[in-house]
Structure formats: C-alpha cells, structure tokens
C-alpha cells in the first residue's frame, strides 16, 4: 500500500489597494516592523489580521485565511525572511493575503475575496507548493490580473480537464531537481513543468520567446528566464529556470519576491 503524503501549501494573494485620498500623505518604508495579529472570520474561514503596529493604516499588511493555526506561525516567519514584499505593502498601502489550500479544495470562493476590499483595483495569485495559480487560470482566468506559480505544477487531474479558455498573464518559477513537483512530472500527481508552462503559452498563442541569464550567485546554481511575447491579447508568460535541488522559494538563488513583485506591477 503506497503511503500518502499530505503537504500543507500555500496560495499568495496580492491584492492592489486604492490610494488614500489625503495629499502629500507617504508612509515610510521600514525594514523589520513589530507585526501586531488579530482573528476574525472571513467568508467561513478563521483570519489572521497581520498589521505594523507602528503605522496607522486602515487595510491589513497581511491576511491569513485558515483553519490551521499553525500557519499563522509559519506565514509569518516567511513575511519576516522575506519582508520586502510586505514593505511594498506598506509603501503603497497594498494587502497581501496568505491562504492554505490543498490541490484538490475547490478554489472558486477566491472570487469572492475582492468583495471583502471594495479600495481594491487589481488582484494577483501566487501558489507556492501546489499547482493552484495553474487551476484558478483555468476556472477563473478573469478575476486576477495576473498568476505566479512557486515550485509547484498542473496537477494530473486538473490537467484532464484542460479547460484553459482565456489567456492569462503568468509567472513560473522551478528547480530543476525538485523532489516533490519533478522537473518530468509525478505519477499521478503531476505534470511536467514544462507542459505546464506550455499550457499557458499554447492559450496566450505566444508566437514569440527571449532567453535571458541572470547574474549568477556565488556558489548557486544558474537562473534562466524565458519570456514568451507576441500574444494579441497582450497576455505573456515568464518561465524562471533554477539549476539546484531546490523544493522551496529559490529565493537562494535570485530574489524570487522581486521578481515576482515585479512581473505583478506591469499587469
């Protein structure tokens, strides 16, 4: 009898808030806050309110939609190693919402997410761990602006439907010896990364490609960045390739949040 591994994983929301209205009003980028925590209930899931409690701000830094506490501890030491994700957060007032989810939960409630910010103009979706951004391009391509995907890939049965419709702005970002999402694919779990890069880009009908190298890390291994252009609907994808064993945020190798961050913005 073959054994069931169970991986908690994650999905990134950055969502876009509206500007205050007040003039000549900046908040101050800080690079280690003291984070202050709240609980309340948000469309039946328990959340975790996460704010600088020195800055006076009426939208969260960060929300953390769950039911295991125990993601409130890991969420925030990743806000903590990774800050600068919540310091854009803090510089222009955006929310950054964190939210457990397993590959095969039904996802659709993500919809429902803006309706709890009205202030909000743009919506992202970042799965680390899972192939959740690749499922919600399929189910829900209009509501976010643009998807990522960390270290994870189309999971075997969501690629059975093959239900991609609309063309999607979208970012990938994998090593090459993952264990857990392999580069070829898993039995019964998942699909090649390749593939599942391809998906998207078959659907944008990208007619067009650049491959960079980015500066390579001492003692890491290389980082490749394919862009794929040229679809008429403007949607493009970029492929982040990570020489290394790394099953997480190869964020050893190149600023991965950054780049993520980044590739957001422009859409």
């Known amino acids: 009898m073959k054994k069931l591994i169970s991986i908690l994983t994650f999905a990134l929301l950055f969502v876009v808030a509206c500007q205050k209205s007040e003039p000549n ?7 280690e806050p003291s984070l202050t925590y709240s ?3 948000i469309g039946g899931h328990e959340a975790i309110i996460v704010k600088p409690s020195s800055v006076k701000s009426i939208s969260p830094v960060v929300v953390m939609l769950t039911d295991d506490l125990e993601l409130k501890t890991r969420a925030a030491e990743q806000i903590n190693i990774n800050f600068k994700a919540a310091e854009h957060c803090l510089i222009g007032n955006y929310i950054l919402c ?3 989810a397993e590959a095969n939960d039904d996802i659709t409630f993500l919809s429902e997410i803006k309706n709890l910010y009205p202030r909000a103009s743009r919506l992202y979706l970042l799965s680390y761990c899972n192939g959740l951004a690749y499922t919600a391009a399929m189910v829900m391509p209009d509501v976010f602006n643009a998807y990522a995907c960390v270290s994870g890939a189309i999971e075997v049965e969501a690629y059975k439907t093959n239900s991609f419709g609309k063309p999607v702005s979208f970012m990938h970002v994998h090593a090459t010896d993952n264990s857990v999402y392999k580069w070829n694919g898993v039995e019964n779990k998942s699909v090649s990364v390749p593939l599942s890069v391809g998906a998207i880009v078959a659907v944008n009908d990208c007619i067009t490609y650049k491959t960079s190298e980015l500066l390579a890390r001492e003692g890491k291994g290389r980082v490749t960045c394919t862009h794929y252009t040229g679809s008429q609907s403007g949607r493009d994808v970029k492929f982040y390739t990570v020489e290394g064993a790394s099953n997480g945020w190869c964020d050893g190798e ?5 780049q993520v961050w980044n590739f957001f913005k422009a859409h």
């Open 254 to 258: 190149f600023e991965v949040y950054n």
């Open 98 to 100: 964190v939210i457990k």
């Open 25 to 31: 009003t900046e908040v101050e980028p800080q690079v």
């Open 39 to 41: 609980q309340e209930s």
